[in-house]
């Protein structure tokens, strides 16, 4: 198990995780080349496009490394041009990310990430005349951490975000506990590994919603076939069954195919989805 109670992220991500991860609804394909020569090396190109019906998006990241500080370029067909400078470790415990997006004059960002034994701190604000601060903390170690999620908006003087969780694990189970929209959903999540071996793994995430009183459930499961091969599955009270196998062909190139059916209307045609991943 990690050591420390991590960022607020990841309360309840194994649950996230296994329930949503890796399902596909579109056609993606990503190649990516690596170049590790030179002082400011290119370390990583990666090309990547998806079809969405009709629609075809696509964008091509480059990622530069220079000891501890990497920069990430990423063009896409909309003509925005993102750009990530993450510097890791200028001090113990410290990660430092500046990020912004052209041509949005107001997407500029700067964020402090800190991680202790004991706490993890996540702090960002907008690079703007009247910024969004953002602020989140863990407090607690490797089994129990409470924590907290907040933005404020100086334009406005109010609160955009206000959320809290707790979570609880050991060697082979996590669960977590999360209020979210300013009280207004309660989400618990539940992850348990049941086979190591095999990678075998059950989750459930339960939602509800204060305000209109409504219930969502959503349970799934993993299973590795074999050590280059994963089936998932899940199924919520909406009626919609998701399943997926995915295929590792060679080390870290991986290919996906995924499914949704809707069991409250089976006249519907199913949606297929394929994700393909290539990586020297």
């Known amino acids: 198990m990690a050591k420390g109670p991590g960022l607020y992220t990841d309360i309840g991500k194994k649950a996230r995780d296994l329930l949503y991860r890796d399902y596909q609804g579109d056609h993606k394909f990503t190649i990516t080349t690596y170049s590790p020569t030179g002082v400011i090396r290119v370390y990583a190109i990666t090309s990547s496009g998806t079809k969405k019906g009709d629609l075809f998006l696509a964008d091509v990241n480059t990622q530069l490394k220079r000891n501890n500080v990497t920069a990430d370029i990423k063009v896409d067909t909309g003509s925005n041009l993102s750009t990530t400078i993450v510097v890791d470790e200028p001090a113990p415990g410290l990660k430092a990310i500046f990020s912004f997006k052209v041509p949005d004059?107001?997407?500029?960002?700067?964020?402090?990430?800190?991680?202790?034994?004991?706490?993890?701190?996540a702090t960002s604000i907008g690079l703007?005349?009247?910024?969004?601060?953002?602020?989140?903390?863990?407090?607690?170690?490797?089994?129990?951490?409470?924590?907290?999620?907040?933005?404020?908006?100086?334009?406005?003087?109010?609160?955009t975000k206000c959320n809290a969780g707790i979570s609880f694990s050991n060697?082979?189970?996590?669960?977590?506990?999360?209020?979210?929209?300013?009280?207004?959903?309660?989400?618990?999540?539940?992850y348990h590994i049941v086979k190591p071996l095999t990678n075998t793994s059950v989750g459930a995430e339960v939602r509800h919603n204060f305000s209109t009183n409504e219930n969502t459930i959503t349970v799934g499961t993993q299973h590795a076939l074999d050590p280059l091969?994963?089936?998932?599955?899940?199924?919520?009270?909406?009626?919609?069954?998701?399943?997926?196998?995915q295929h590792e062909?060679?080390?870290?190139s991986l290919f996906t195919i995924s499914g949704e059916v809707d069991t409250k209307a089976v006249d519907k045609s199913a949606k297929f989805g394929l994700a393909l991943a290539l990586k020297p």
Not at 134 to 159: E, Q
Not at 171 to 190: F, P, Q, R, V
């Open 249 to 252: 062909w060679r080390p870290k």
């Open 128 to 159: 703007t005349a009247n910024p969004i601060v953002n602020f989140s903390g863990v407090v607690g170690t490797n089994l129990a951490a409470i924590g907290t999620d907040v933005s404020f908006d100086t334009k406005t003087g109010n609160f």
């Open 229 to 245: 091969t994963t089936v998932k599955a899940r199924i919520d009270n909406l009626g919609k069954a998701n399943a997926l196998i």
């Open 105 to 121: 004059q107001r997407s500029g960002k700067l964020e402090l990430q800190y991680l202790h034994d004991y706490a993890g701190i």
């Open 171 to 190: 060697a082979d189970l996590i669960a977590a506990l999360t209020l979210n929209d300013k009280g207004e959903t309660l989400n618990a999540s539940y």
